[in-house]
C-alpha cells in the first residue's frame, strides 16, 4: 500500500485523537469525586491491576491535572498541524511528530522503568506504534 499525503493527514488526526484523549482521562483525576478513570488508567499503565494506585495525595493530582493539560493540549496541536500546516509543509509535519513522539517515548519510558514501573514502557511500545502508523515513512503520491 502506497502511503499517500492524504492518508498522513487522516494519521495525524488519528494521532491527535490517541495522544489527546489521555488528557480528559487525568484531568478527572483532579477532583476525588472523578478519580477513579484516571486511578483505573494509572492501575492499568503499571500493571498489573492491583488497585495499589490511589489518587490521594493532592501531589498526585496536581501532577494530574498538569499532565492532562500537556496531553490534550500535545492532541490539539497535533490536529492543527494536520489542518492547518500538512499542506504546507507535509514532510516537516511528518517529521516534527515523529521527533516529538520518539522523545516521549525515551523520556516516559526511561522513567517508567526507573520508578519501577517497567510495563508501562512497554505498553508505550505499543501506543508508539499506534501513533506512528503509517507516519513512519514518507508519503509517495502517484
Not at 494519521?11 to 477513579?36: N, Q
Not at 488508567?41 to 500537556?70: K, M
Amino acid at each position: 500500500m502506497i502511503m499517500t499525503h492524504q492518508f498522513h493527514k487522516l494519521w495525524l488526526k488519528v494521532a491527535a485523537v490517541i495522544i489527546g484523549s489521555f488528557g480528559p482521562v487525568f484531568f478527572l483525576g483532579t477532583m476525588t469525586t472523578t478519580v477513579e478513570p484516571a486511578r483505573l488508567t494509572l492501575d492499568l499503565l503499571s500493571w498489573p491491576i492491583d488497585g495499589v494506585t490511589t489518587y490521594s495525595s493532592p501531589d498526585t493530582r496536581f501532577l494530574s491535572a498538569l499532565t492532562g493539560g500537556f496531553l490534550f493540549g500535545w492532541g490539539v496541536m497535533i490536529w492543527c498541524l494536520s489542518v492547518w500546516v500538512y499542506d504546507k509543509a507535509p514532510e516537516f509535519v511528518r517529521r516534527s511528530l515523529l521527533v516529538g513522539v520518539l522523545a516521549w517515548f525515551v523520556l516516559d519510558s526511561a522513567g517508567s522503568i526507573a520508578s519501577g514501573n517497567s510495563s508501562n514502557a512497554v505498553i508505550n511500545v505499543l501506543v508508539l506504534f499506534l501513533v506512528v502508523g503509517p507516519l513512519w515513512r514518507p508519503a509517495k503520491d502517484r
